[in-house]
């Protein structure tokens, strides 16, 4: 259950990184929670708390790519990405071990595909096939580089 807030923690700090959760944000926020089997007393309780100064970094492989996806999602769900947002989520997925050109590459075809007019479920498979495609090229990659 902490494991569960904490995840919704830290997309709180990202929706507050531009100084305004947007309310597509909070309603994202809102999905999450739901998602993770969060009833929304608790969710709401966690949107109207202190946010908390940095992302908390869940130690298994599958739920930091859970908790950058989401990420990346929240700060395309208004349509714009601001450069406080696009720094934390340079240094967030260093922290959780992406490489920094995944988070590049991933930030610039993601920005790219809001400027195009996408809507929010094509950002969000823009975002999980770049994710899975630079994944699995990086993994191919060394797995033959004898």
Do not use: C, W
Request: hydrophobic residues 40%; negative net charge.
């Amino acid at each position: 259950m902490e494991m569960k807030k904490r995840h919704l923690q830290s997309l709180m700090y990202f929706a507050h990184a531009d100084n305004h959760a947007h309310p597509a944000e909070l309603d994202f926020i809102r999905q999450v929670g739901k998602r993770l089997g969060l009833d929304d007393d608790e969710v709401n309780i966690i949107i109207n708390s202190k946010i908390v100064a940095e992302v908390s970094l869940p130690h298994s492989e599958v739920q930091r790519y859970i908790l950058f996806d989401d990420i990346l999602n929240l700060i395309a769900i208004d349509k714009k990405i601001t450069d406080a947002e696009e720094a934390g989520v340079k240094k967030v997925a260093t922290a959780l071990g992406f490489s920094a050109e995944m988070a590049e590459a991933t930030l610039n075809k993601l920005k790219r595909h809001i400027e195009l007019g996408f809507d929010t479920n094509q950002v969000s498979h823009a975002i999980k096939n770049t994710l899975f495609s630079f994944t699995f090229n990086l993994k191919s990659h060394e797995k033959y580089s004898d």
